[in-house]
């Protein structure tokens, strides 16, 4: 379970249970999210601001759930399966992580292997294919993808910096309402699927005596900063 505290009102944004039962592994998710968009911007007055985010106006989306699955080793490999009919066949050989699911949706096949200092990732999903490249310089962990999103960590006296730089996606524009005299504004937003600007945050966190964890970040896509303080227990 878990809480957050903003603006000094709690709100529950963690609720699940996991456990095993011999090959059989069960997972439920109490928590159900609200992410509807309490301003619609285009509606309002018919006309398009530049301040709507693109997020859904109307929370129609039950993120409740339980699921059950298989995972049994087979030889060298492992094969899974889950309620939802998908089967995964996984296993390393020659020192490459090799993962491929035939699903309904597409099938999607992953590869994996450590080659002369580098962490190199490759996968197909539905016959398209991205990769992934991870390495270690002068004590700065350097990720590069084939999005050309761009992270390096590194320690400065006792904090955790992370920096990180996504690309742009193509830009999205709402077309001016026809009669109003109107221009075109961008969209910006975060949600994978959509369109947006490029934008980079630099997140530092240190571990304080107390066990909590405070960090504090800034993104450059909307000039935000934001402070937070964290207890695991």
Same mark, same amino acid.
């Given at each position: 379970?878990?809480?957050?505290?903003?603006?000094?009102?709690?709100?529950?944004?963690?609720?699940?249970?996991?456990?095993?039962?011999?090959p059989l592994s069960i997972a439920v998710?109490?928590?159900?999210?609200?992410?509807?968009?309490?301003?619609?911007?285009?509606?309002?007055?018919?006309?398009?601001?530049?301040?709507?985010?693109?997020?859904?106006?109307?929370?129609?989306?039950?993120? &409740?759930?339980?699921?059950?699955?298989?995972?049994?080793?087979?030889?060298?490999?492992?094969?899974?399966?889950?309620?939802?009919?998908?089967?995964?066949?996984?296993?390393?050989?020659?020192?490459?992580?090799?993962?491929?699911? +035939?699903?309904?949706?597409?099938?999607?096949?992953?590869?994996?292997?450590?080659?002369?200092?580098?962490?190199?990732?490759?996968?197909?999903?539905?016959?398209?294919?991205?990769?992934?490249?991870?390495?270690?310089?002068?004590?700065?962990?350097?990720?590069?993808?084939?999005?050309?999103?761009?992270?390096?960590?590194?320690?400065?006296?006792?904090?955790?910096?992370?920096?990180?730089?996504? +690309?742009?996606?193509?830009?999205?524009?709402?077309?001016?309402?026809?009669?109003?005299?109107?221009?075109?504004?961008?969209?910006?937003?975060?949600?994978?699927?959509?369109?947006?600007?490029?934008?980079?945050?630099?997140?530092?966190? &240190? +571990?304080?005596?107390?066990g909590a964890t405070l960090?504090?970040?800034?993104?450059?896509?909307?000039?935000?900063?934001?402070?937070?303080?964290?207890?695991?227990?």
């Open positions: 379970m878990g809480w957050d505290v903003d603006g000094g009102t709690p709100s529950l944004n963690i609720g699940s249970m996991s456990s095993t039962v011999g998710d109490f928590y159900n999210e609200d992410n509807s968009d309490a301003v619609d911007d285009i509606a309002r007055a018919g006309m398009p601001d530049g301040n709507d985010d693109g997020g859904v106006i109307t929370d129609s989306t039950d993120d &409740r759930s339980v699921s059950v699955s298989l995972d049994a080793p087979l030889g060298d490999a492992t094969i899974a399966l889950d309620d939802s009919g998908d089967v995964t066949l996984s296993g390393t050989w020659s020192g490459v992580t090799v993962s491929h699911t +035939a699903s309904d949706g597409g099938d999607t096949t992953s590869a994996a292997a450590a080659i002369a200092g580098m962490d190199i990732t490759v996968t197909n999903d539905d016959g398209s294919t991205t990769w992934a490249i991870g390495t270690t310089i002068a004590g700065t962990a350097v990720t590069l993808n084939s999005s050309k999103a761009v992270t390096a960590t590194f320690g400065v006296t006792g904090n955790t910096v992370v920096v990180s730089h996504t +690309a742009k996606r193509s830009t999205k524009t709402k077309s001016a309402v026809a009669g109003a005299g109107a221009s075109a504004a961008t969209i910006t937003n975060t949600n994978a699927q959509d369109q947006r600007d490029a934008f980079t945050t630099i997140a530092i966190s &240190r +571990a304080l005596t107390s960090s504090a970040t800034y993104d450059t896509l909307d000039s935000s900063h934001s402070l937070k303080s964290a207890v695991a227990f």
